[in-house]
């Protein structure tokens, strides 16, 4: 099955700095790339995604990046605020038989420090 | 429009005691979801519904069983409690052409 390993597993920033968080994924028939946000006491909620026939989308201070050859994406947050302090997991999903099996990984606690 | 509805939001059970968290969503959605998150393994499917009348195991359904009760709600119920099943459960669903999951608030579940 689908594998997709998170890394890192916890990130501090100053304010106003970038963040980076990578994934990669084992399954070369998932086509699908969404990230989610989870506030403290709150569940998932999707903050942008990707498909397989797309290199890079952005969302004003998001953006996402995918590189098929090597499987393996990213998640881009500029300018940082206190905000974007929360976890965020990325995930790899591919049709089967008309039920899209969707693999998380493991999560990244980012720290935004004021 | 509240989206996915999900309770009890907090529980503490003994082990070997049943128990049923109840899920419901108002969007119409066709497949709906049920996952456990624990500290450092992210999000792990327990079961899934593809769409009203169906049920199918996910990643970890050992000790739970599932109701597709109607298209709206979904239920997932622990027989006998073990302290493993100590995790958060979020309630998810999404329509059958689109691709986000809504998740629900969550159920902190604690099995003493």
């Known amino acids: 099955g689908e594998n997709v390993e998170q890394h890192p597993s916890t990130l501090s920033v100053q304010e106003g700095d970038s963040a980076v968080i990578k994934c990669t994924y084992s399954?070369?028939?998932?086509?699908?790339f969404p990230w989610y946000k989870q506030e403290l006491g709150k569940g998932p909620q999707l903050i942008i995604d990707?498909?397989?026939?797309?290199g890079e989308k952005k969302d004003q201070r998001i953006a996402v990046t995918l590189n098929k050859t090597a499987k393996h994406f990213s998640l881009h947050i500029t300018e940082t605020q206190p905000e974007d302090s929360a976890v965020y997991f990325c995930?790899?999903?591919?049709?089967?038989?008309?039920?899209?099996?969707?693999?998380f990984g493991t999560g990244t606690k980012l720290q935004v420090i004021p | 429009n509240a989206g996915v509805t999900q309770t009890p939001k907090f529980q503490v059970l003994k082990t070997g005691q049943s128990m049923t968290l109840q899920c419901a969503q108002d969007?119409?959605?066709?497949?709906m979801y049920w996952y456990r998150q624990d500290p450092g393994m992210g999000l792990r499917l327990i079961y899934y519904?593809?769409?009203?009348?169906?049920?199918d195991k996910g990643e970890v359904p050992n000790g739970y069983n599932v109701s597709r009760l109607n298209k709206r709600e979904f239920s997932l119920r622990l027989e006998s409690a073990a302290p493993s099943q100590t995790s958060v459960y979020f309630c998810?669903?999404?329509?059958?052409?689109?691709?986000?999951?809504?998740f629900g608030e969550g159920s902190w579940l604690t099995v003493v």
């Open positions: 995930a790899a999903s591919r049709d089967s038989g008309g039920y899209q099996k969707v693999t």
């Open positions: 998810a669903s999404r329509s059958y052409s689109g691709n986000t999951i809504y």
């Open positions: 969007m119409n959605h066709n497949s």
């Open positions: 399954d070369s028939a998932s086509n699908y």
């Open positions: 519904s593809a769409s009203e009348g169906t049920t």
């Open positions: 990707i498909r397989s026939n797309v």
